[in-house]
T-cell receptor, first 108, second 115 residues
């Protein structure tokens, strides 16, 4: 089967670092994506991993371990505008499966 | 210079009606998708099209009929609307998904409310 799990909500403080975890049980995924979705808006692409290891893009980094079915998104120097939902998604061929998303609240 | 556009943005209609949502992308992508995001914010794939051909149909009721007149457009027609169809529908596009792993670009969404 295909299943993606991530925490429902997280709260962090402005300026801090937060790690959002994602575990998946699936076959046929050849990439793991992270998207950001602000309330009432469309998801936007943040990062993806095809190979194991860490991918860094500015304040955002994503990590993948295929053998463990595990990924995380790391957000550094949190800003208030980072308050949003973060969606973990596994992609294989023409099909992408999204997790339910983690709502991140950034407080001052 | 909108990348992926959808119309309408809001759609309020009564049960039993038939409605359509249109989607266009100007990114030159070959693959397009329809997703449904319900009240719990769970984003679920409905259809994938590649170069106008249906590739994925995720057990969606046949009241939903996608149509792709060309690879830049993917429309969604819904017959006999039901209360449970109320959701936000997102169109998305990407490079040819079958040849690799590519990020998707989403349209702004169509909020459908069935009363």
């Amino acid at each position: 089967g295909q299943n993606i799990d991530q925490p429902t909500e997280m709260t962090a403080t402005e300026g801090a670092i937060v790690q959002i975890n994602c575990t998946y049980q699936t076959s046929g995924f050849n990439g793991l994506f992270w998207y950001q979705q602000h309330a009432g808006e469309a998801p936007t692409f943040l990062s993806y991993n095809v190979l194991d290891g860490l991918e860094e893009k500015g304040r955002f980094s994503s990590f993948l371990s295929r053998s463990k079915g595990y990924s995380y998104l790391l957000l550094k120097e949190l800003q208030m505008k980072d308050s949003a939902s973060y969606l973990c998604a596994g992609s294989g061929g023409f099909k992408t499966i999204f997790g339910a998303g983690t709502r991140l609240f950034v407080k001052a | 210079d909108t990348a992926v556009s959808q119309t309408p943005k809001y759609l309020v209609t009564q049960m039993g009606n038939d409605k359509s949502i249109k989607c266009e992308q100007n990114l030159g992508h070959d693959t397009m998708y329809w997703y449904k995001q319900d009240s719990k914010k769970f984003l679920k794939i409905m259809f994938s099209y590649n170069n106008k051909e249906l590739i994925i149909n995720e057990t969606v009721p046949n009241r939903f009929s996608p149509k792709s007149p060309d690879k830049a457009h993917l429309n969604l027609h819904i017959n006999s609307l039901e209360l449970g169809d109320s959701a936000v529908y997102f169109c998305a596009s990407s490079h040819v998904a079958g040849l690799g792993t590519y990020e998707q670009y989403f349209g702004p969404g169509t909020r459908l409310t069935v009363t």
